[in-house]
Nanobody
Framework: QEQLIESGGGLVQTGDSLRLSCAAS????????IGWWRQAPGKERELIGR????????NYANSVKGRFTISRDNAKNMVYLQMNSLKPEDTAVYYC????????????????WGQGTQVTVSS
């Protein structure tokens, strides 16, 4: 069964760092774009960043630019989200998902969503 599993979330304080992992059990993982999304209570799911199939291109939402970094290891079928200088507004459930094109930015264009991992940042 093809799936993505996120891990690494937790409760941290403002200014702390966390690294989330996304483990993929997907055939031909290296041909897919991976997006990191988050959803806070009462808010829409937000695309916070994505990485191209080769890892050479990344793109970030303004809300996390300069603080978050996405990387991938295609040999291990893993994608990572390094989050630094965390703020209370970063509190959300974080998801990774697959897309067939780097230009895709809508949630309905992504699939194989994981179950998410909770990140809570206390002030």
């Amino acid at each position: 069964q093809e799936q993505l599993i996120e891990s690494g979330g937790g409760l941290v304080q403002t200014g702390d760092s966390l690294r989330l992992s996304c483990a993929a059990s997907i055939r031909e993982f290296s041909i897919y774009v991976i997006g990191w999304w988050r959803q806070a209570p009462g808010k829409e799911r937000e695309l916070i960043g994505r990485i191209s199939a080769t890892g050479r291109m990344t793109n970030y939402a303004n809300s996390v630019k300069g603080r978050f970094t996405i990387s991938r290891d295609n040999a291990k079928n893993m994608v990572y989200l390094q989050m630094n200088s965390l703020k209370p507004e970063d509190t959300a459930v974080y998801y990774c998902a697959v897309a067939g094109s780097y230009s895709y930015t809508r949630p309905e264009q992504y699939y194989y969503w994981g179950q998410g991992t909770q990140v809570t940042v206390s002030s």
